[in-house]
Structure formats: structure tokens, C-alpha cells
T-cell receptor, first 111, second 114 residues
Framework: GENVEQHPSTLSVQEGDSAVIKCTYSDSASNYFPWYKQELGKRPQLIIDIRSNVGEKKDQRIAVTLNKTAKHFSLHITETQPEDSAVYFCAASTGNTPLVFGKGTRLSVIA | DGGITQSPKYLFRKEGQNVTLSCEQNLNHDAMYWYRQDPGQGLRLIYYSQIVNDFQKGDIAEGYSVSREKKESFPLTVTSAQKNPTAFYLC?????????????FGNGTRLTVT
């Protein structure tokens, strides 16, 4: 089955700097890659997703890139703000099985 | 909140007791899921259901049971057979568009078993 690895497990950046979180997946048939943000004590919420027919997607300060050949995708957050501090999860699905999640990255934005 | 209600928010039980966690959604979604969250372990799938009266085991189904008698409801029972039941449990739903659609999560139930 699918296996998703996520790195780093923790990340600290200065406010205003960029943050990058990377995920690799094992099943080449995976075609859907969402990212979720979970603030402390709250539920995970979808922040951006990408499908395999697209290489990059942007939404204001966040972007996701996908490299199907290498089987990895990344989340990029620019101009980080304290409210970006949270745990971020990547996930992957082939469409025939439920999403498989990475173990998460705890992002701390230092003011 | 967000159309998915989990109750209670906190639950305490003694070891050896079964406990049922509630999950109700009013989003008219066909698919519902239960995930377990432990520190540093991400979200692990316990059970999922794509349609009423049908459900499948996820990666860590041992010690858990579910039912799907109504489209809106997907309760999870943590049985005494679950060796490490203390965790944060998240229920989620998605529209019936296969597995390539976003999940909507409830606010979770934190279960503590002593």
C-alpha cells in the first residue's frame, strides 16, 4: 500500500522567512495530494491540494509543487507569520483507497 | 462545527470498559472515516464507510468497531481489546466522489483510559 514520508518533523523559522515541507510517496498511481493545517487543539483543515495533472499550485502565500517522476511534493509558505505556526500534514491517494497521511511537521514561526 | 459534530470533547474511562464515540454530519456526505492521532504518528485510519450499512477496516482496526446505520452517523466503539486506547480521535467525511476529494474533519474526541 501507499506510504508517505514527511520531513522535517519540526521546523522553526523567523517571521517573514519562507518555510518548506517535503513529502515523498511510494505508489506511482497516487494522483491526489492535499495538505492540512492543524492548529493546537483544533481539527485539521485543508489549506491546499494538487492533482497529478498539475505541477504547481499557488494560493496567496502558500504553494504546492509536485514532481511525479521523483514521487515527491512540497509545501512552500512565503512571508511566514506567527499565525502560520501549526502542525502541517501531507497526504496522498490513488483514488481507489483512502488518503494516507504523513506524520506531520510542527512549524514554529518566531516573531 | 463545519457540519461534523463529535461528542464528547473529552472522555474518561476505566480500563476494561467499552466506550462509544459519536460522530454526526449534516453535509450529506456519503463517505465517513475515523482516524486516530498520537503525537508524532500523524493520522492513522481506523475504519471507513463509503455507504450506509457498509464499512471497511483501515490500517489499525484491531480493538475497534463501527456501525453505519444512517448516512449521517458513524459511531466508533473502542473495545477493551484495544491495548492502547488513550488518544485523540478524529472523525471525517467526504462527498461521494471517490477518495480524491478533501476530508472535512470534526473537532475530535480526546479519550483517556486509566
Amino acid at each position: 500500500g501507499e506510504n508517505v514520508e514527511q520531513h522535517p518533523s519540526t521546523l522553526s523559522v523567523q517571521e517573514g522567512d519562507s518555510a518548506v515541507i517535503k513529502c515523498t510517496y511510494s505508489d506511482s498511481a497516487s494522483n491526489y495530494f492535499p495538505w492540512y493545517k492543524q492548529e493546537l487543539g483544533k481539527r485539521p483543515q485543508l489549506i491546499i491540494d494538487i492533482r497529478s495533472n498539475v505541477g504547481e499550485k499557488k494560493d496567496q502565500r502558500i504553494a504546492v509543487t509536485l514532481n511525479k517522476t521523483a514521487k515527491h511534493f512540497s509545501l512552500h509558505i512565503t512571508e511566514t507569520q506567527p499565525e502560520d505556526s501549526a502542525v502541517y500534514f501531507c497526504a496522498a491517494s490513488t483514488g481507489n483507497t483512502p488518503l494516507v497521511f504523513g506524520k506531520g511537521t510542527r512549524l514554529s514561526v518566531i516573531a | 462545527d463545519g457540519g461534523i459534530t463529535q461528542s464528547p470533547k473529552y472522555l474518561f474511562r476505566k480500563e476494561g470498559q467499552n466506550v462509544t464515540l459519536s460522530c454526526e454530519q449534516n453535509l450529506n456526505h456519503d463517505a465517513m472515516y475515523w482516524y486516530r492521532q498520537d503525537p508524532g504518528q500523524g493520522l492513522r485510519l481506523i475504519y471507513y464507510s463509503q455507504i450506509v450499512n457498509d464499512f471497511q477496516k483501515g490500517d489499525i482496526a484491531e480493538g475497534y468497531s463501527v456501525s453505519r446505520e444512517k448516512k449521517e452517523s458513524f459511531p466508533l466503539t473502542v473495545t477493551s481489546a484495544q491495548k492502547n486506547p488513550t488518544a485523540f480521535y478524529l472523525c471525517a467525511s467526504s462527498p461521494r466522489t471517490g477518495y480524491n476529494s478533501p476530508l472535512h474533519f470534526g473537532n475530535g474526541t480526546r479519550l483517556t483510559v486509566t
